[in-house]
């Protein structure tokens, strides 16, 4: 029999801001069984790989397993492979915070291990050609890639079970294979039946230079890595297998056999992202093109690309757009490097890549992994800001990379984002609670009409018939958004107040006439709170009669009482009406309260108003993964409005903030 190596290992990751309980149960389940079992077997090596956020909460809550870890790298059974410290997916991310997260986490496993990481696992297998000379200039001398990844680049056969060289500027950096097929087909073998696959392997392509690579998700609870005896048959079987099966760490095969061949990638990445990088339609023929090229033993097709994911959804690539604005606010600080750090560690901790996109976490539809990264941004502004010289301004930027021109105010206590298309505000941080409360989602994935659905923003202006109720609205058969991706004219900016007057116009049919509309808006940037003035003019020869709804949505941790609060501002504010779907006939007032961050978010008008007021939930992906998730709050306060010919309507709306030392102790 010819000799075959392989290399056992897990890569394991902790979700930004995911919940502490699935924290532990994955702890349970699958992190300790997997290390309990192979610590029993000291003549079989390994390669683990644990991002910083989880090995902090080892630390933290299971000393135990890091102190296990460490007493298995001292008798070097196993191999700590490093990566990004916050599990970014470096391409995503700015250079030098590629470098300075891939040291970050060189440093931490040297102090806690005693030992320098020589290659790294990649999230999600993502790769750019660039990544080679990235890699290498952090210290790194291999990674791993899925072996369908090897197919992109023109390998094939034999070579699909070897080690390969890929470049970039004249560095270059060794690329391990991993066979994620066989992983999939071993989770319904028995152990005797992998190891059955293995001899077939080493009798067709078995050699000094053929590895099999069996690296998989620690965080798995079924095969090929249980705590149900599987993973303990399976090592029994390879110890007595060693005559011709080899067990290795990657450092040291590629010490006996390091690769001679080149390769250059794509950009390209795992099974999981090539899938869900792509629209419903174009992935279901990408599955089926799959599924034809694996029953020939092919190269699947290339599938979709991560970035993807910024313009399938925009509240993703406004999460990107965050994360590349501070980065640029952090990078600017000079004078005070201690301060500079923690900013910068906040901003790598808000470049975690799982609620960027849905993969396999929740991720992107999970409130809590979202916010959790604003958290972190939000967090990083406020440390640039501790300085004496800051003060509030109002800039015009490129933010969201779409080739105009958005308003960010910066204030000392609020951040409020206003975007040109839909004259709408996109992003609202109250500082004090480091909290996004823009931050919402809307799923596009089950329905094609989703796709068309604005995103969740607020001040977003409804013209509604009366035939419009609140189920068609919920249901988003309404289409009443005139102006919701019209590109508003800034007809004055005050930099000092700061204020912006933004201005549209154009037809809007109501009652079965079109009249010719005007709509201004000016925001009013205040300390802890924002005044938007509205005036509806009506010119031409034809009058207007109907109703004006102002959309506005906060994102809240969930909408049970612990979380979440709605009441109708009266004389004491003590009306509570719930986040249950409803109209509200009349009102003057509302207000919400976030219970864990002890905030009051108060709106008010100067006209009273009807109110719908109805909770947004997004199913998550893929499907069957889990409940309907909880985005935010939706209040949409209509007036009635009988305009004639060249008349104008007007009215003052506030929404504002305030800080309590704790609101869960107070009454009503």
Known sequence: MNRLAVIIGTHSHLPLGQPEAVTEAVYQEALRPFLSTLYAFPEVPAALHYSGLLLEWLEERHPELVMLIAEMVGRRQVEIVGGGYYDPILPMIPANDRLGQLEKMTTSLRVRFGTRPRGCWLAEQVWDPSLASTLRTGGMEYTFLDETQLGLAGAGGSDLLRACVAEDQGKHVAVIPVQTRLLARAASMSPAGLVAALAAIAESY????TVVALVGDGARTGPPFASNGW???????VRENASWLE???PSAHLRASPPSSRLYFPNCSSQLMAEWSLDPDRRKAWREARDAAEGGAGTPPPGGYFRQFFVRYPESGLMYAKMMHTHVLVNQLRGDRYRKRAAQNELWKGQSHHAYWFGGSGGLHANVQRKAVYRSLIEAEKIIRATEIFAPSIIGVDFDADNGTEYLYQGSELNAYLHARGGALFELDFLPASWNYLDTLVSRERDRRDAERLPRHAFIDHFLDDASGLADFAAGTTDSAVFGR????????????PEVLLCTAGPVRAGGREAAVRIE???????????????????GDTGLRTRLGVEINVSLASRSAGDGRLFLIGEDASTEIGTDAREIE???GLLLRDVPNGVSITLSSAAPFRCWSLPVETMPEPPGAGEPEYQCQCLVPMWDLDLGPNTAWENHLSIGFEKAVDIQTKDG
């Open 206 to 209: 078995g050699g000094p230079s």
């Open 521 to 539: 808006k000016r925001y009013v940037f205040r300390p802890r709170s924002i005044d938007v003035y509205y005036r509806v003019a009506v010119g």
């Open 486 to 497: 019209t590109v508003w004219q800034t007809a004055e900016l005050n930099r000092t107040l």
């Open 231 to 237: 993973l303990e048959e399976l090592l029994g079987l």
């Open 247 to 249: 067990p290795v760490t």
């Open 586 to 588: 009349s009102a003057t």
